[in-house]
């Protein structure tokens, strides 16, 4: 099932703020939630990979099955498998919606997108899962761009634009113009150790 508790206490449990996931800071208790949280702990490979992995499912919003199969995928695709999945997990229109400043976080940017308020290539879609592909467009409804959230998030992003899609402001639309890099994903991730947690698991 995908997670819908607390945002900030899955950050502060795994020590790194994520974009997708909340614009809240976790700068003032850096430490894991509960009476314990501020005692040094040290983790095991198991522990560690674990983390990894909860990064990504978390920032992205996906549950543990839909994560496998991103996996899978990334698997049977030419080259690295983490570069793969992380190249997999940029190019979701969420994701996308996100990145182009059209919402604050990727959860913000799935409603969008499941309350049809988002035009792929001019046409209404719902599926915040969709691939997105270099040269497609994404714009917002006419509803949509006058949404006080929408309006907000535009006049003050969560994050810089990646060099991967181009925004214009003006009509309300991004496009993609290349695929996304590895080391473009916005936060720290080892995803080897990802790719290792998963080695038994599939």
Request: proline fraction near 7%; charge should be positive.
């Amino acid at each position: 099932m995908r997670y819908t508790g607390p945002r900030l206490k899955i950050m502060r449990s795994l020590g790194i703020e994520l974009p997708g996931l909340s614009r809240k800071s976790i700068e003032a208790r850096p430490y894991p939630p509960g009476q314990h949280g501020q005692k040094q702990r040290r983790r095991s490979d198991f522990g560690t990979r674990l983390q990894e992995k909860q990064k990504l499912r978390f920032n992205y919003g996906l549950s543990e099955r839909q994560m496998r199969r991103v996996m899978i995928e990334a698997r049977q695709m030419k080259g690295n498998s983490g570069e793969r999945m992380l190249e997999l997990l940029e190019r979701r229109l969420d994701n996308f919606v996100f990145r182009a400043g059209f919402a604050p976080t990727i959860v913000a940017a799935r409603q969008l997108v499941a309350h049809r308020h988002i035009l792929l290539n001019g046409r209404r879609v719902n599926i915040p899962s969709i691939r997105v592909r270099p040269g497609d467009q994404a714009s917002l409804t006419t509803r949509a761009n006058r949404n006080p959230h929408v309006v907000e998030s535009l006049a003050d992003p969560a994050l810089a634009r990646p060099e991967w899609l181009c925004v214009d402001d003006a009509t309300f639309t991004a496009r993609m113009t290349r695929v996304p890099a590895a080391d473009e994903v916005p936060f720290p991730i080892d995803v080897q150790r990802v790719v290792e947690y998963y080695a038994n698991r599939l």
